[in-house]
């Protein structure tokens, strides 16, 4: 975003991301929704030069610490990453048992009239809050992260939480393979 004070300038430097929904709605509350970004981040990592060190997945937000291989490049990943789940959350929403289907359609329907930024639904939020990571303690980020499900407590324990890489760092398999700092 212009004026984003959080910017890419490095298309191919470590970033701390942050990817937020809109008006912050508890939407990755269902395993649905939350398999669409683990199979997408995982196809990224395969076909869009994604170098994942750290994730987690919370109700509202994904928080993860990487950055694009040449010839990719980081803007071009979110803006595909968020298009396309974009589509496929909606399509989700639409297509499943979904008790807050009407309210969440109206929102995120509402927020693509708003802001005149996606044809029918607006999902994500434009920010990606991206600190580069030059200079930064990656271990404090990633601690960060991966205490994000105890500070909303979900869990007790960083390694507990299945939808992080929490777990690889500990040892334990994680859902998406990761390149450990």
């Not at 990224?44 to 994604?50: E, F």
């Not at 991966?146 to 992080?164: Q, T």
Request: proline share 3%; charged share 25%.
């Amino acid at each position: 975003m212009s004026g984003d004070r959080y910017c890419i300038t490095d298309q191919h430097q470590t970033y701390f991301i942050t990817c937020t929904i809109v008006d912050w709605i508890d939407l990755f509350t269902r395993p649905i929704y939350q398999e669409i970004i683990v199979d997408s981040l995982k196809y990224c990592i395969g076909h869009k030069g994604l170098v994942l060190n750290g994730w987690v997945l919370m109700s509202n937000h994904l928080h993860f610490a990487g950055r694009c291989e040449e010839p990719h490049y980081m803007s071009n990943f979110l803006r595909d990453f968020k298009k396309f789940t974009s589509k496929k959350l909606a399509s989700a929403i639409i297509d499943t048992p979904e008790s807050r289907r009407e309210w969440l359609l109206d929102k995120f329907r509402f927020e693509a009239k708003r802001t005149r930024r996606a044809d029918n639904y607006k999902i994500w939020r434009d920010d990606n809050h991206a600190i580069d990571m030059t200079g930064i303690d990656s271990l404090e980020t990633l601690n960060y992260m991966h205490n994000n499900p105890i500070r909303a407590g979900i869990v007790e324990k960083p390694e507990d939480y299945l939808l992080s890489s929490a777990r690889d760092y500990s040892s334990l398999k994680g859902l998406i393979p990761i390149q450990k700092i």
